[in-house]
């Protein structure tokens, strides 16, 4: 008798024990797929960098170097040879998130005789208000100013931020060569192409 009770509480604990690993087992594996699957939405889900027409290239040549405040105040002409201008939106499509982390950046293109970036000046404004973003309000930076890309280090960090459902973030972006270059005879350009990623 007694031999069956130890044999019956030794099954009991056995079981207990069981059903304890299956359910610290089971909570694991919920937060394995809970996080797996955020992640696949995040890799999954798509940015979209719109430009408005005819400003897609960004390019500055040594022809008209301008002041800051000339430069601030740049629009769109389909002369971007002289300083470039572009307006752009950034929207999203995802599906099971609220909101995702992004950067804009830009990558230099080759030409044959380049500008030296640091006298390219890069100016980033809201484009509803025109207000610039935290980074440009006290000082305008120079394109070799620019931080690394953190979600590609070919390019240079424009701008990072965070795009909510449903939301569309317009922007104007100004480039010009600043006052302070030395002018020579011999034409020289500086361009750039824009991209946005998601930051992990």
């Given amino acids: ?27 694991i594996f919920c937060l394995f797929l809970y996080f797996y699957n955020n992640k696949q939405d995040i890799k999954n889900a798509t940015l979209i960098l719109s430009y408005s027409d005819n400003s897609s290239d960004l390019v500055v040549d040594n022809s008209m170097p301008i002041t800051d405040v000339v430069g601030k105040q740049l629009t769109f002409t389909p002369n971007q040879t002289k300083y470039g201008y572009s307006e752009f939106t950034v929207s999203a499509n995802f599906d099971g998130m609220k909101s995702i982390d992004y950067e804009i950046y830009a990558i230099q293109t080759g030409v044959s005789l380049e500008l030296p970036s640091d006298y390219v000046k890069v100016y980033l404004t809201d484009g509803h208000n025109d207000l610039p973003f ?4 006290d000082k305008i930076p120079t394109y070799h100013d620019l931080k690394v890309a953190r979600t590609n280090p070919a390019g240079k960090k424009i701008y990072s931020g965070t795009l909510k459902e449903n939301e569309v973030k317009t922007f104007r972006l100004r480039m010009w060569l600043a006052d302070t270059y030395p002018i020579t005879t011999e034409i020289r350009n500086f361009k750039v192409n824009l991209y946005v990623r998601i930051m992990d």
């Fill in 1 to 27: 008798m007694k031999h069956l009770k130890k044999l019956t509480h030794n099954n009991t604990l056995f079981i207990s024990v069981v059903l304890v690993l299956i359910a610290i087992f089971s909570l």
């Fill in 134 to 137: 935290d980074d440009y309000r």
